[in-house]
């Protein structure tokens, strides 16, 4: 029926004072739902209030019912209040959503909807007007909205909601108005449920934690790549955010295009229970889709289209806390094996020495000649020192070397002229290349360990406050697309989101510090070798400096810290923290390859740290503008190939070159008397084999960098890296068994056993899990369950292998030259 505002005023006073005049209650008039319509109507509407004293605006109020479809008209003349009632269960859950769908083709006046509940108001209007990128808008005429539910108390009551439709057009708009109940609004556990989505149409679903289960993952999964859409976990309250432009307001929320997973915890939600929110959004580029064309006028409007999306949820119980400790004892055990297999290949060495030193022996010119405590004659030992002139033992040596720098003076008994006839004849020795004094040089190479912890500790710190950051960020803001998690294997502990990918890195650090002890053990028995006078350490073998080594351990030991930190919070603005220390191993590798060999003449410590330091900054400068952009390619690409050929150069000549104004015209000068004037082959055949394979590899890696531009240039920078290392020790071995040397059985194995470890690391290294390369959404779809103990992932697999085979790699190059202890260094050929 029909009411003014006139009767309006009149019905509201009346009710008033019988409310004051009944104190054992509130009047009849005053419970009922048409007076709570009215006086919204009167307050918020303004009608009474705006309206000359004899204009009258119709109110019509309809006693509705569920799975109706109402076909009415609007103007701004009349409005219309829609008075449902339903019956609310404390032991169920049921939804409500309204369907509204707008006939005429206005969008100057649209319909005002508003949905009055007993904590809530929704409002919106029809045609719906969502806004993407660049303020660009799309209409929607047909609008369906999720009512949210509030709790109630009681076993069983009734309560009521109003639709009021209103509009300032003076003409009039048809429309068609349905309320249904949601029958399946309860998410069961491990059921899957399905349903169709569209930016006017979010859908939202209540899930209750069963008793017992504090962790769950709420798993969306959906064929269609496109339209993009937006996943949101919110506590129950009213309203609920389920629009794209405001469903990232509150609680945990990710983009998505075929897969989407949160982790949810109960204690994150007072009352056991959350929604699942899923919002389509209006465009696609925060999945990484194809940009919309830009509107010609500001206030155009654009035909979204068919954007519907139907999707499939599901929710399953996280792993408990059992599995939490197996995976970390499981982790422990599998390193903590190797400090079990190290100590019982120790005692049986100590065992054998132990032997050696209790066995009568005779001391002869050619070796030692034992007979163990069953009579049973064996050859203990050969030494080197019956091919030794007496000269060498009388060799001077410094005592005291605590103000001595290497740079101060030259330490070859010869002067520079000599070393310039030593260093180019045509086969060298380890001896020719290792004149200066060990103790200086060692001094030397302990500036490496030195300077790789003070980097270490100034670079570690930031990482952990920034990361530390991030977190926090994530935790505070609920953006799940921060960080570029494997979601459906992340599980949380603490503060932390993702606590196996971290927990994962422990090897790194385990076994870099048993490298250490590894080789401080080494380093005490040779010192005490020396103390002796122990020919065989003094003069022959290769030259023992671990100052390289202890700098190799520590960088494993960072490389695992800071890929921890890496992990916390996985994105493309830190992925340098995770490979920086990679290039260090790299270059400490290398370094220490070629330091076997030239000990006199390898790079110093500040050398080597400033160029790895010119590496990293390349590898920030790439990550930042490196993508797409043609002028730093060209650039990088130029000094890559510049760099090859100097160090070309360096390797060729054993340093023994100036890189001065002069040097164009010496290259003319060496090209017109070697090449033109009489071709004559190059003096250092195998060196100039190596740097020309070198140089091929190197200009190949700078011409695919050019071309291709990959997205990941920390990544590419790497594999340039790893690539140079690989053809430098591959030329190492083949070199070594030419010139007649033998790989002893402990190295073999290590060998073997780490090139198998490093295939199967390479392989679950490409599984590819996530992405930073491409949007959140995209990089999800690569997401993949846990594959061990159901707590790893394929990428904890690859930390846990590519540790054990760094750690294997450590062992090559530790003891890979051990068959050469027993042989004069005049015998061991530089390569």
């Given at each position: 029926m029909g009411w003014s505002c006139r009767k309006d005023k009149m019905v509201l006073r009346s009710c008033w004072k019988s409310r004051h005049k009944n104190s054992s209650g509130p009047a009849p008039c005053w419970t009922r739902p048409r007076l709570a319509a009215l006086l919204w109507l009167c307050v918020t509407q303004f009608v009474c209030g705006s309206g000359a004293e004899g204009e009258t605006n119709n109110v019509i109020q309809k006693d509705a019912e569920f799975d109706?479809?109402?076909?009415?008209?609007?103007?701004?003349?009349?409005?219309?209040?829609?008075?449902?009632?339903?019956?609310?269960?404390?032991?169920?859950?049921?939804?409500?959503?309204?369907?509204?769908?707008?006939?005429?083709?206005?969008?100057?006046?649209?319909?005002?909807?508003?949905?009055?509940?007993?904590?809530?108001?929704?409002?919106?209007?029809?045609?719906?007007?969502?806004?993407?990128?660049?303020?660009?808008?799309?209409?929607?005429?047909?609008?369906?909205?999720?009512?949210?539910?509030?709790?109630?108390?009681?076993?069983?009551?009734?309560?009521?909601?109003?639709?009021?439709?209103?509009?300032?057009?003076?003409?009039?708009?048809?429309?068609?108005?349905?309320?249904?109940?949601?029958?399946?609004?309860?998410?069961?556990?491990?059921?899957?449920?399905?349903?169709?989505?569209?930016?006017?149409?979010?859908?939202?679903?209540?899930?209750?934690?069963?008793?017992?289960?504090?962790?769950?993952?709420?798993?969306?999964?959906?064929?269609?790549?496109?339209?993009?859409?937006?996943?949101?976990?919110?506590?129950?309250?009213?309203?609920?955010?389920?629009?794209?432009?405001?469903?990232?307001?509150?609680?945990?929320?990710?983009?998505?295009?075929?897969?989407?997973?949160?982790?949810?915890?109960?204690?994150?939600?007072?009352?056991?229970?959350?929604?699942?929110?899923?919002?389509?959004?209006?465009?696609?580029?925060?999945?990484?889709?194809?940009?919309?064309?830009?509107?010609?006028?500001?206030?155009?409007?654009?035909?979204?289209?068919?954007?519907?999306?139907?999707?499939?949820?599901?929710?399953?119980?996280?792993?408990?806390?059992?599995?939490?400790?197996?995976?970390?004892?499981?982790?422990?055990?599998?390193?903590?094996?190797?400090?079990?297999?190290?100590?019982?290949?120790?005692c049986l060495e100590n065992n054998s020495e132990a032997i050696t030193d209790s066995a009568t022996s005779t001391d002869n010119n050619y070796g030692y000649v034992g007979m163990n405590k069953h009579g049973q004659i064996f050859l203990l030992a050969y030494h080197c020192h019956f091919a030794q002139s007496l000269d060498s033992v009388g060799r001077s040596r410094q005592e005291s070397l605590s103000s001595v720098e290497e740079d101060d003076y030259d330490t070859l008994d010869d002067i520079t002229s000599d070393k310039n006839i030593v260093r180019t004849k045509k086969f060298l020795c380890v001896s020719d290349l290792s004149r200066k004094d060990k103790r200086i040089l060692s001094k030397k190479y302990q500036i490496y360990f030195w300077n790789i912890a003070t980097i270490a500790v100034f670079y570690a710190l930031p990482v952990v406050q920034l990361v530390i950051t991030y977190q926090t960020v994530v935790n505070v803001t609920g953006n799940q697309d921060i960080c570029f998690y494997n979601f459906l294997c992340a599980h949380p502990l603490g503060a932390l989101s993702a606590f196996n990918n971290i927990l994962s890195n422990l090897g790194y650090v385990l076994l870099g510090l048993l490298f250490l002890l590894i080789v401080l053990k080494r380093d005490i028995v040779h010192n005490r070798a020396l103390v002796r006078n122990d020919l065989n350490a003094l003069e022959c073998g290769i030259p023992k400096h671990f100052g390289l080594y202890y700098a190799m351990g520590t960088a494993l030991m960072m490389e695992g810290l800071l890929s921890a930190c890496y992990h916390v919070c996985p994105n493309y603005t830190n992925f340098q923290f995770d490979t920086s220390f990679m290039y260090m191993i790299a270059g400490l590798c290398m370094l220490?390859?070629?330091?076997?060999?030239?000990?006199?003449?390898?790079?110093?410590?500040?050398?080597?740290?400033?160029?790895?330091?010119?590496?990293?900054?390349?590898?920030?400068?790439?990550?930042?503008?490196?993508?797409?952009?043609?002028?730093?390619?060209?650039?990088?690409?130029?000094?890559?190939?510049?760099?090859?050929?100097?160090?070309?150069?360096?390797?060729?000549?054993?340093?023994?070159?100036?890189?001065?104004?002069?040097?164009?015209?010496?290259?003319?000068?060496?090209?017109?008397?070697?090449?033109?004037?009489?071709?004559?082959?190059?003096?250092?055949?195998?060196?100039?084999?190596?740097?020309?394979?070198?140089?091929?590899?190197?200009?190949?890696?700078?011409?695919?960098?050019?071309?291709?531009?990959?997205?990941?240039?920390?990544?590419?920078?790497?594999?340039?890296?790893?690539?140079?290392?690989?053809?430098?020790?591959?030329?190492?071995?083949?070199?070594?068994?030419?010139?007649?040397?033998?790989?002893?059985?402990?190295?073999?194995?290590?060998?073997?056993?780490?090139?198998?470890?490093?295939?199967?690391?390479?392989?679950?290294?490409?599984?590819?899990?996530?992405?930073?390369?491409?949007?959140?959404?995209?990089?999800?779809?690569?997401?993949?369950?846990?594959?061990?103990?159901?707590?790893?992932?394929?990428?904890?697999?690859?930390?846990?292998?590519?540790?054990?085979?760094?750690?294997?790699?450590f062992l090559v190059l530790l003891t890979m030259d051990d068959d050469l202890d027993t042989v004069q260094r005049d015998k061991i050929l530089a390569f």
């Amino acid at each position: 029926m029909g009411w003014s505002c006139r009767k309006d005023k009149m019905v509201l006073r009346s009710c008033w004072k019988s409310r004051h005049k009944n104190s054992s209650g509130p009047a009849p008039c005053w419970t009922r739902p048409r007076l709570a319509a009215l006086l919204w109507l009167c307050v918020t509407q303004f009608v009474c209030g705006s309206g000359a004293e004899g204009e009258t605006n119709n109110v019509i109020q309809k006693d509705a019912e569920f799975d109706v479809t109402y076909n009415d008209t609007v103007t701004s003349e009349n409005q219309t209040i829609y008075a449902f009632n339903h019956t609310v269960s404390r032991n169920k859950t049921e939804g409500v959503r309204v369907f509204v769908d707008v006939l005429s083709q206005g969008f100057e006046s649209p319909i005002l909807f508003v949905v009055r509940q007993k904590q809530a108001v929704v409002s919106f209007q029809v045609p719906l007007i969502l806004r993407g990128l660049y303020q660009r808008k799309y209409p929607y005429s047909h609008v369906g909205r999720t009512l949210c539910q509030p709790p109630t108390r009681a076993a069983s009551e009734t309560q009521y909601f109003f639709v009021d439709v209103s509009t300032l057009s003076s003409l009039g708009t048809n429309y068609q108005l349905r309320v249904s109940r949601v029958e399946s609004f309860t998410l069961q556990t491990d059921k899957k449920f399905s349903f169709t989505a569209s930016p006017s149409q979010p859908q939202y679903f209540k899930y209750v934690f069963p008793d017992g289960v504090d962790t769950v993952i709420v798993k969306v999964n959906s064929e269609m790549t496109f339209p993009c859409s937006v996943m949101s976990i919110q506590d129950i309250q009213c309203p609920v955010y389920d629009l794209d432009n405001n469903v990232a307001f509150i609680g945990m929320y990710q983009t998505m295009t075929k897969k989407g997973a949160i982790t949810v915890q109960r204690k994150d939600f007072p009352s056991n229970s959350f929604y699942v929110v899923v919002v389509v959004k209006t465009e696609d580029e925060a999945c990484g889709g194809p940009l919309r064309f830009y509107p010609l006028r500001p206030d155009e409007l654009i035909d979204a289209g068919n954007r519907s999306k139907f999707i499939d949820v599901i929710v399953t119980p996280a792993i408990n806390s059992e599995v939490y400790v197996m995976g970390m004892l499981f982790c422990l055990g599998i390193f903590l094996s190797f400090y079990l297999l190290t100590l019982l290949m120790t005692c049986l060495e100590n065992n054998s020495e132990a032997i050696t030193d209790s066995a009568t022996s005779t001391d002869n010119n050619y070796g030692y000649v034992g007979m163990n405590k069953h009579g049973q004659i064996f050859l203990l030992a050969y030494h080197c020192h019956f091919a030794q002139s007496l000269d060498s033992v009388g060799r001077s040596r410094q005592e005291s070397l605590s103000s001595v720098e290497e740079d101060d003076y030259d330490t070859l008994d010869d002067i520079t002229s000599d070393k310039n006839i030593v260093r180019t004849k045509k086969f060298l020795c380890v001896s020719d290349l290792s004149r200066k004094d060990k103790r200086i040089l060692s001094k030397k190479y302990q500036i490496y360990f030195w300077n790789i912890a003070t980097i270490a500790v100034f670079y570690a710190l930031p990482v952990v406050q920034l990361v530390i950051t991030y977190q926090t960020v994530v935790n505070v803001t609920g953006n799940q697309d921060i960080c570029f998690y494997n979601f459906l294997c992340a599980h949380p502990l603490g503060a932390l989101s993702a606590f196996n990918n971290i927990l994962s890195n422990l090897g790194y650090v385990l076994l870099g510090l048993l490298f250490l002890l590894i080789v401080l053990k080494r380093d005490i028995v040779h010192n005490r070798a020396l103390v002796r006078n122990d020919l065989n350490a003094l003069e022959c073998g290769i030259p023992k400096h671990f100052g390289l080594y202890y700098a190799m351990g520590t960088a494993l030991m960072m490389e695992g810290l800071l890929s921890a930190c890496y992990h916390v919070c996985p994105n493309y603005t830190n992925f340098q923290f995770d490979t920086s220390f990679m290039y260090m191993i790299a270059g400490l590798c290398m370094l220490k390859l070629y330091q076997k060999r030239h000990p006199d003449i390898n790079a110093s410590a500040y050398t080597a740290y400033a160029c790895l330091a010119g590496v990293i900054f390349f590898s920030v400068l790439g990550v930042v503008f490196g993508k797409g952009n043609t002028v730093f390619w060209i650039i990088f690409s130029v000094i890559h190939i510049l760099s090859t050929m100097l160090l070309s150069t360096q390797l060729y000549y054993m340093g023994r070159w100036r890189l001065d104004a002069g040097i164009l015209r010496r290259i003319v000068y060496v090209i017109y008397t070697d090449c033109i004037r009489q071709c004559s082959g190059p003096m250092y055949i195998d060196r100039m084999v190596l740097l020309v394979m070198g140089n091929i590899v190197n200009w190949s890696l700078a011409a695919y960098g050019l071309i291709e531009r990959p997205n990941d240039f920390a990544s590419y920078l790497l594999a340039i890296a790893i690539c140079n290392l690989l053809l430098y020790f591959a030329f190492y071995i083949i070199m070594k068994l030419r010139s007649g040397e033998r790989i002893q059985c402990l190295a073999l194995v290590c060998i073997l056993f780490t090139a198998v470890v490093w295939g199967f690391a390479l392989y679950f290294f490409f599984q590819g899990l996530s992405t930073w390369q491409k949007t959140p959404a995209e990089s999800r779809e690569h997401n993949r369950d846990c594959i061990l103990l159901s707590f790893f992932d394929d990428h904890d697999i690859w930390h846990f292998l590519s540790s054990i085979a760094m750690f294997g790699s450590f062992l090559v190059l530790l003891t890979m030259d051990d068959d050469l202890d027993t042989v004069q260094r005049d015998k061991i050929l530089a390569f």
